[in-house]
C-alpha cells in the first residue's frame, strides 16, 4: 500500500489520540472552508493564531506534543505568530481557488502549484520509517522553524487531489449563499451540496414549496 507522507503523518498522529476521518473527507477543503464566505456570518475561523492551532490540532495535522510546542513558541515570538497565521489565509485563498476553479482554469491550478512548493519548498525536515502497531509508515518530521512546517499537511493533502486526479469531484455548494467546498465521493458523482441536513434540506423545501404553489 502506497501511504503518502501526510497519511504517514496523521497516522503517527493517530498514535496517541485516534482520529477517524471518514473517507470522502479532504483535509484541504475543510481548511478553505474555514474563511469567512463559507463561514458566514460567523466570520473567519482562524480569527487569530490560537484558534488556527486549535484547528489544526483537531483535524489531527499536528499532534499533541507539536501543539503544545508550537503554543509555547507564540508566546515567546507573537510577531512570528502573527506571520504565520498570514501566511495560513494566504495558502488558504489559494486553496480555494484550486477547489472552485482549479477543474476548468489551468492558470489557477499553475498558481496552486507555486503555492504549493513555496509551502513544500521552505520546510526543511527528515524522512523516517516509523512502525506503529505493527504497521511501518513513512513519516516526514519538520526540523527548523516550526511555523513554517505548519502548513505542510494542507498543501500535501491539496497535492493529493491534484496527483490523483480527482479536482473534477470537488466543487462549491449548489446553494448560491454557500461557500462551502466539497469533495464528491458519491459513487455516480452527482452531489450538489456540501451537506445534505442544511443546504441539500433547504433545496428539497424549496422545491416543495414550488410544486404546492404550481398545484394551487
Ligand atoms: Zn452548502
Redesign the pocket.
Known amino acids: 500500500m502506497l501511504v503518502s507522507l501526510f497519511d504517514a503523518r496523521r497516522a503517527t498522529a493517530g498514535d496517541r489520540a485516534p482520529r477517524l476521518v471518514p473517507a470522502s473527507t479532504r483535509l484541504w477543503l475543510d481548511f478553505v472552508n474555514t474563511d469567512a464566505a463559507a463561514q458566514l456570518p460567523g466570520g473567519d475561523l482562524l480569527r487569530d493564531f490560537e484558534a488556527l492551532l486549535v484547528w489544526f490540532h483537531q483535524h489531527g495535522a499536528i499532534d499533541d506534543e507539536r501543539a503544545a510546542g508550537i503554543r509555547r513558541r507564540a508566546v515567546l515570538q507573537p510577531a512570528a505568530a502573527a506571520a504565520a497565521l498570514v501566511d495560513a489565509r494566504r495558502v488558504r485563498a489559494s486553496l480555494r481557488g484550486l477547489a472552485e476553479k482549479g477543474q476548468l482554469h489551468e492558470r489557477v491550478r499553475d498558481d496552486a502549484v507555486v503555492e504549493i512548493n513555496r509551502v513544500l519548498g521552505r520546510s526543511a525536515g527528515t524522512r523516517r520509517l516509523d512502525r506503529h502497531a505493527g504497521l511501518y509508515t513513512r513519516a516526514f518530521v519538520p526540523t527548523g522553524d516550526a511555523f513554517a512546517g505548519l502548513m505542510i499537511p494542507m498543501v500535501e493533502s491539496a497535492a493529493d487531489a491534484l496527483v490523483n486526479d480527482e479536482l473534477a469531484r470537488v466543487r462549491r455548494?449548489?446553494?448560491p449563499r454557500?461557500h462551502?467546498v466539497f469533495f464528491d465521493g458519491t459513487k455516480n458523482g452527482r452531489r450538489r451540496?456540501?451537506?445534505m441536513g442544511?443546504?441539500g434540506n433547504r433545496a428539497k423545501a424549496a422545491r416543495h414549496r414550488a410544486r404546492s404553489v404550481t398545484a394551487h
Open positions: 455548494c449548489a446553494d454557500c462551502r451540496w456540501c451537506d442544511t443546504c
